[in-house]
């Protein structure tokens, strides 16, 4: 079992940045792909970004060239950098770690409590 815990949202104008952190309190060789999703108001959770253990990453296609999920192993870390935000972007960011093991045949999730952006003038 793996413990999230996201930092970095807050409040930022159109056109600004922000940089998300996910921290975990282990690294797991259980663990295949780490991912960004989010929640807006009236809006189911979506994908916003992957990694794989191998560095092969997956981008919704709304925040193509805006965002980018990198991973630093030696701090048990992922981050999401979020250039050129519009308002459209306001959710709840949720991290999720997604674990399969291959001898058990067993597949699970494990999920952030979720960090809130809010892009306003």
């Known amino acids: 079992q793996v413990h999230l815990v996201e930092s970095g949202g807050g409040l930022v104008q159109p056109g600004g940045s922000l940089r998300l952190s996910c921290v975990a309190s282990?690294?797991?060789?259980?663990?295949?792909?780490m991912g960004w999703y989010r929640q807006g108001p009236g809006n189911q959770r979506e994908l916003v970004a992957r990694i794989n253990t191998g560095g092969t990453t997956t981008y919704a296609d709304s925040v193509k060239g805006r965002f980018t999920i990198s991973r630093d192993s030696a701090k048990n870390t992922v981050y999401l950098q979020m250039n050129s935000l519009k308002p459209e972007d306001t959710a709840v960011y949720y991290c999720?770690?997604?674990?399969?093991?291959?001898?058990?045949?067993?597949?699970?999730?494990?999920w952030g409590q979720g960090t809130q952006v809010t892009v306003s003038s």
């Open positions: 282990e690294t797991t060789f259980s663990i295949y792909a």
């Open positions: 999720g770690a997604h674990h399969a093991d291959l001898r058990t045949e067993r597949a699970w999730d494990s």
